[in-house]
């Protein structure tokens, strides 16, 4: 017994689902690959990228949805350490930059204009 399957006798709700899901496939495949490839290897399940290129493009649709899910490890990234910051005053800043009221100059701060 011979099946003919022609596309255009398929329902258009089935077209539109083929569609989308055609169109998340290749998203997630595209978004995977570009992130495995900013990653560094030691942020990379079994710590090898090739097994993870072939996981993601040979296994289709579950191949991405499983490099998001296990393949990537979380890496500890050091945040930077910030100075305080110190608190300036309205007044100051108006100090700064109009000069002092009294006409006289701050010369202890170093504000790097002219003397």
């Known amino acids: 017994m011979h099946v003919n399957l022609d596309i255009g006798s398929l329902p258009v ?3 539109v689902i083929l569609g989308i899901v055609l169109v ?3 998203v997630l495949l ?3 690959l570009v992130d495995l490839v900013r990653r560094p290897t030691a ?3 079994f710590g090898n990228k090739w097994v993870w290129v072939a996981i993601i493009v040979l296994v289709n649709l579950i191949g991405p949805i499983l490099y ?3 393949g990537r490890l ?3 990234q050091e945040q930077p350490v910030l100075a305080p910051v110190a608190r300036v005053t309205m007044a100051e800043v108006a ?3 109009y000069g002092r009221r009294d006409g006289t100059r701050d010369d202890s701060r170093n504000d790097g204009g002219d003397a």
Do not use: H, N, S
Request: net charge neutral.
């Open 95 to 97: 100090d700064a930059l």
């Open 43 to 45: 942020a990379v399940a």
């Open 74 to 76: 979380r890496v500890a």
């Open 13 to 15: 709700a089935v077209l």
């Open 30 to 32: 595209v978004w995977a």
């Open 24 to 26: 998340a496939q290749l």
């Open 68 to 70: 998001f899910v296990v």
